[in-house]
């Protein structure tokens, strides 16, 4: 098989060197940034040795929610379903949407001022085309939506800068009033790598009912795949996602 070898560099720390043997895959680490060393990973077919690699990929280390986002769907709650029905949604809605997320990638680009004191949060999902989130920590923004200028109320804060995010919603939707906690924060696995990890939460009111809905999200390099229909499910295109 093909031996892989492994460095890792580190401020402070012995140069370790260690080599396993895993598929035919070579990679090799790039320290052209002390700050954010990137992974090159290259394969080579295992019959010809002098064939030429394959373009790298480059899988960065992040520190901060800052970058694209893309939702694993084999990992916690890939379903919206228990925050629909919280909401009252009729099921042959809920049902359309759950096979939306099947067909669909969903996506969250999350980009941080230097100072941590502003977010705009991009998501594209099976009902969110491009819906756009801007807010200053600390500040309650109210959005007035149609019809009848109903309010939305939302503040952002952390309790981490650049690692933790919680952003409280509230507004009256067609199907009553909701009130929803939206909690992204980083979280560095034993392998190293990196996972972006959604809390939401979402209450209604009127009947008393909450629905804790866990997601994991991985980091996304390069561009973003498959179109979104905006379709309505009844939840008002409430940022629910």
Request: proline content about 4%; hydrophobic content about 30%; overall charge negative.
């Given at each position: 098989g093909l031996v892989v070898s492994f460095v890792t560099l580190a401020t402070g720390r012995d140069k370790t060197a260690f080599e396993r043997?895993?598929?035919?895959?070579?990679?090799?680490?790039?320290?052209?940034s002390d700050n954010n060393p990137v992974l090159l990973v290259s394969k080579r077919t295992m019959t010809d040795s002098t064939a030429a690699d394959a373009p790298?990929?480059?899988?960065?280390?992040r520190d901060s929610l800052n970058g694209c986002w893309?939702?694993?769907?084999?990992?916690?709650?890939?379903?919206?379903?228990?925050?629909?029905?919280?909401?009252?949604?009729?099921?042959?809605?809920i049902q359309a949407h759950e096979k939306g997320e099947t067909e669909t990638a969903t996506y969250h680009t999350i980009e941080l001022s230097p100072d941590h004191q502003k977010v705009k949060i991009t998501k594209r999902s099976r009902v969110n085309n491009d819906l756009v989130v801007e807010l200053t920590l600390g500040e309650q923004r109210v959005e007035y939506l149609q019809p009848d200028d109903r309010p939305k109320k939302q503040l952002a804060t952390t309790e981490d800068p650049g690692k933790h995010l919680k952003i409280e919603s509230s507004l009256l939707t067609v199907n009553g009033m909701a009130h929803v906690?939206?909690?992204?924060?980083?979280?560095?696995?034993?392998?190293?790598?990196?996972?972006?990890?959604?809390?939401?939460?979402?209450?209604?009111?009127?009947?008393?009912?909450s629905n804790m809905t866990t997601r994991y999200f991985i980091p996304h390099h390069g561009p973003i795949d498959g179109e979104t229909t905006g379709e309505e499910t009844g939840e008002d295109k409430m940022d629910m996602e």
């Open positions: 043997s895993i598929l035919p895959t070579s990679s090799r680490l790039d320290l052209t790298a990929e480059a899988v960065s280390k893309k939702l694993d769907r084999n990992r916690g709650q890939g379903s919206m379903r228990g925050y629909l029905e919280t909401l009252n949604v009729p099921e042959l809605a906690t939206d909690i992204k924060r980083i979280v560095e696995e034993q392998d190293g790598s990196v996972v972006l990890v959604q809390e939401l939460k979402i209450t209604n009111p009127q009947t008393g009912n």
